[in-house]
């Protein structure tokens, strides 16, 4: 028999591939999610939809820090408390996240949206580095912590950023100890990022 477009296998067969896109879910994995929201309509399904609707219209980046929120200027951006004098720079907002869920840094961020990659095609121009030195050269700006992944592409961002950002004077320090070779940052515990925030030193 063969199926009209509209046939519900159909659709559900659709939200299982668009599931396995996601990072950290294969076809199985996506499978076993879309049954249970199925098993669930009612109590998850239909409000996860809803939000996923909502979010997807009201989403939008930072325009001073390139972080993810409901309005132009995001929360962290906004917020009187935080130290204006202290900057920490990361790869993407999963980072960011990861590095709030520490609870232990206090200042602002800045958010590169990737690192130097030239046979991706990512240069200076295509990240947010000269948002970057844009933001330094308003002087209120003390330390900037490259909270780079320690990764080659990582690395090499951050001793580029330093380069340029040196003849600023300002103090330019990066994670230490607890941050391993190779490793991410979204990937780390909180108690290994905070290790890393206290111990940081002069890049």
Known sequence: MTKRPGDT??????LIDLMARLPGLGPRSARRAVLMLLKKRAGLMAPLAQAMAEVALSAQDCATCGNIGTSDICTICTDPARDNGTLCVVTDVADLWALERSQLFKGRYHILGGT?????????????????????????????????????????TAHYIADILRPSGVLITSLAQGVP???????????TIGAALRARGNF
């Open 9 to 14: 296998s159909q659709n559900i067969q659709l």
């Open 116 to 156: 130097l990659s030239p046979l991706d095609g990512l240069g200076p121009n295509e990240l947010r580095i000269p948002d970057l030195a844009k933001r330094i050269t308003q002087g209120e700006v003390r330390e900037v912590i490259l909270a780079l992944n320690a990764t080659v592409d990582g690395q090499t």
């Open 181 to 191: 070779i190779g490793g991410e940052l979204d990937y780390l515990d909180d108690g």
